[in-house]
């Protein structure tokens, strides 16, 4: 597939807008800050955790399906691989400061 780069820059809907009044309104597809704080902090665990998996699972079968002769390619193996590794290292450390912050406030006298 390949990409026009001008393309990138006519569409207008990823831009501001003026209104009659003047001001700017945001006509960005992405949710803004108010949006994204109602989006609890369980459900952004649950969707990083699933994240994780999903890219170690994607790693493992890139490498199966090189091993069967499929038509994986070599250097997106490695690259697979250390993607997942990192998640999986960010998500340790994520539960490692929360298992820490749990600590601390279990530690706060009352």
């Given at each position: 597939?390949?990409?026009?780069?001008?393309?990138?820059?006519?569409?207008?809907?990823?831009?501001?807008?003026?209104?009659?009044?003047?001001?700017?309104?945001?006509?960005?597809?992405?949710?803004?800050?108010?949006?994204?704080?109602?989006?609890?902090?369980?459900d952004l665990l649950t969707q990083a955790m699933g994240d994780t998996v999903s890219s170690d699972l994607d790693s493992k079968l890139l490498g199966i399906d090189l091993l069967l002769g499929g038509e994986a390619d070599l250097h997106s193996?490695?690259?697979?691989?250390?993607?997942?590794?990192?998640l999986l290292n960010l998500t340790v450390q994520i539960r490692n400061k929360m298992v820490e912050s749990y600590q601390e406030i279990m530690r706060m006298q009352v």
């Open positions: 597939m390949a990409i026009d780069a001008l393309s990138l820059f006519n569409n207008t809907s990823i831009l501001p807008s003026l209104t009659t009044t003047g001001r700017v309104t945001n006509t960005y597809p992405y949710p803004t800050v108010a949006e994204e704080a109602q989006t609890p902090f369980a193996i490695p690259i697979a691989q250390q993607k997942a590794e990192m």
